[in-house]
């Protein structure tokens, strides 16, 4: 398999170009007012760019909607080719809803499966988010120049007041901009305090703060609470569906925003235990899925003190179990929770088969983890037959339950069973389960899962050693997100096939897909990845007795310079390798899934452990140079 698969061949896999270094200036946040020759020098104010304040209350694209009253006037006059090279995207961006009362639409399509289904996750998932994202950044560095040569700085007044989604696109097109040759600098001034994601933002390589950030409030600023309407649960405009959008986008202030202005109705309405509840339920959500984890329990603890219906108490105490066992790393506590859960399930007219499954499939995650971490083989034994009987018992509990819940709760179960099998070793049996199972979903047509599906069928060939039908199989993957324009994922299969080819010794196939892996990661401005990339080529190359290309050697010479002397020194294949391990090039081995956020274009973070590669003992760096060739 090659990645000439992708057809037509990407603009960014012709480009032979590896050479970069990624953005160390470009935003500049200012938490006090002062002239912009106090932070960015004389040689800067000139040509600067006012960007109005946006309104409050996070609404979704708030931020850039000053920015595009600005920017699209100045493209349809200077760069109309601009607009139709990117009209997909724009026409999200400047989508008009007919509830938004005029405003910009919610930018991504967000199923009102999948918006609901975000109320009930504590992790988020942010990969179709990113996808968009980096199209609407990739507009702007493509029109900013429209502008104006010499109008190369941004001053956004106000913005603590953008929303996260905005701030998400403007950032990554300071980084694709310079990445391009075409620097873009954004000086952004804080007009009240600060905020979490200004926070986080302000950890990122290619942003200064001027002065000092004030602290930011746990809550979202104060902002002119949103009107609402009567608190309910269903319905495609239903206030939880508005909720579940502002959480699908991680636009994380205006959830808030929503959540506490349905609070207030609901406790002046009085006597309504159960609303309240499930708002402060999704409080949680919000604080579970940016990493406020302690702030996460408590609000769900409280939560709990206010619900009444035994199925929501026990959904209540579902999540704080799966929040203690995946954030803490406590499956007794967790245990203790499921325990309170199925007990309120057990209460006289509870009729809840769903949530009880949803428990036990908690109860069978924390018996896994528990049998990875225990030393002692009998009770690793007992512990993952426990596992496997908790996910047959719940998949027959909604093995016949109609709806697009249970649906997606038998699919993730499907998927946990075919997980077990494959962190106890039978690779094989995994596949053909999995292959069965998977049947209903393929038969939709559904492209996006097709990739999911080649990929975690291309893990399990590659986990037992089926190299060639993995290849293949990779290929597939390859070939299916690269049709969808899925740049994320197409960086990842390559990597995966270009690690199946350094494993089954085939050094010059994995030297095309590690190239054509950190092309993708470099367009991607994805500092990890591309270091893994570039680790796994130069390994291929050594490993393969081949010569450094002027190309891989300048990316080198950035990334690995102790390496790159080596070989400049002449080095043989011995020394090569040395140097390689001693400047810590390594790769990454596949994951047994694919990532559902990306913490490079979310900024949000990730957790501290990365459960799958744990339960499936994937390590996350590997060095090539110690990898036994399987022929």
Wanted: hydrophobic residues 45%.
């Amino acid at each position: 398999m090659t990645s000439g698969a992708l057809a037509p061949r990407p603009a960014w896999l012709q480009e032979p170009t590896l050479a970069w270094r990624p953005a160390a200036r470009g935003v500049v946040l200012c938490a006090r007012p002062h002239d912009h020759t106090d932070c960015l020098g004389p040689e800067a104010v000139s040509g600067a760019v006012d960007i109005s304040p946006p309104a409050p209350g996070y609404d979704h694209l708030c931020g850039l909607r000053p920015l595009l009253d600005v920017l699209l006037p100045a493209v349809r006059a200077a760069r109309p080719e601009a607009l139709e090279r990117h009209a997909e995207v724009l026409a999200l961006l400047t989508r008009r809803e007919e509830a938004d009362e005029g405003g910009y639409g919610r930018f991504v399509p967000v199923s009102e499966t999948a918006a609901l289904g975000t109320t009930r996750r504590i992790s988020r998932e942010s990969h179709t988010a990113a996808g968009w994202i980096d199209r609407a950044a990739r507009f702007l560095a493509d029109a900013l120049p429209a502008l104006g040569e010499d109008r190369r700085l941004l001053v956004a007044h106000a913005v603590d007041r953008w929303d996260r989604l905005s701030l998400r696109i403007l950032y990554r097109a300071v980084l694709i901009a310079d990445q391009q040759g075409r620097p873009v600098t954004v000086r952004g001034l804080l007009r009240g305090g600060s905020t979490l994601f200004l926070e986080r933002l302000a950890e990122q390589r290619a942003v200064r703060v001027c002065g000092q950030l004030p602290p930011a409030a746990e809550a979202a600023p104060e902002a002119p609470g949103p009107a609402v309407g009567v608190w309910r649960p269903g319905g495609a405009r239903s206030p939880l569906r508005a909720i579940g959008d502002a959480i699908a986008l991680q636009n994380f202030e205006r959830a808030d925003l929503l959540i506490a202005a349905h609070l207030r109705a609901v406790r002046a309405a009085g006597d309504r235990p159960d609303d309240e509840a499930d708002l402060v339920r999704l409080q949680a959500i919000s604080a579970a899925q940016t990493g406020r984890i302690d702030t996460a329990i408590a609000r769900l603890e409280q939560s709990l003190t206010l619900a009444g219906r035994p199925e929501l108490r026990a959904h209540l105490n579902y999540l704080l179990a799966l929040l203690v066992t995946k954030r803490k790393d406590d499956t007794e506590a967790a245990r203790t929770y499921y325990r309170r859960g199925l007990e309120c399930l057990d209460a006289p007219g509870a009729d809840a088969p769903a949530e009880r499954a949803w428990i036990l499939n908690g109860l069978a995650l924390a018996a896994a983890i528990d049998a990875r971490e225990t030393e002692h083989a009998e009770r690793r034994e007992a512990l993952f037959k426990e596992a496997f009987d908790l996910e047959f018992a719940a998949f027959r509990l909604v093995r016949d339950l109609p709806g697009d819940s249970a649906f997606y709760l038998r699919y993730n179960l499907s998927h946990n069973l075919a997980f077990l099998l494959q962190i106890t070793g039978r690779h094989q049996q995994a596949e053909e389960f999995l292959r069965s199972v998977s049947s209903t979903m393929l038969s939709t047509g559904r492209q996006d899962f097709l990739v999911l599906h080649h990929y975690a069928i291309a893990v399990l060939q590659l986990r037992r050693g089926s190299h060639e039908q993995a290849a293949a199989t990779f290929a597939a993957a390859v070939r299916v997100a690269g049709a969808l324009r899925d740049s994320f994922h197409v960086e990842k299969l390559l990597a995966a096939a270009a690690y199946t080819d350094l494993r089954r010794g085939d050094h010059s196939g994995a030297v095309r897909h590690y190239r054509d892996a950190a092309r993708t990661a470099r367009r991607l401005c994805d500092e990890e990845a591309f270091a893994q990339d570039l680790a796994g080529l130069l390994w291929a190359l050594t490993l393969g007795d081949a010569r450094w290309d002027g190309h891989t050697l300048a990316a080198a010479r950035i990334w690995y310079p102790e390496a790159a002397g080596a070989y400049d020194r002449g080095a043989d294949r011995a020394e090569l390798t040395e140097a390689l391990t001693r400047a810590g090039a390594q790769v990454a081995p596949p994951s047994s899934k694919l990532p559902s956020y990306l913490p490079a274009v979310d900024l949000e973070g990730r957790p501290g452990r990365d459960l799958n590669r744990f339960l499936a003992g994937i390590t996350a760096h590997e060095n090539p140079g110690t990898l036994v060739v399987s022929r």
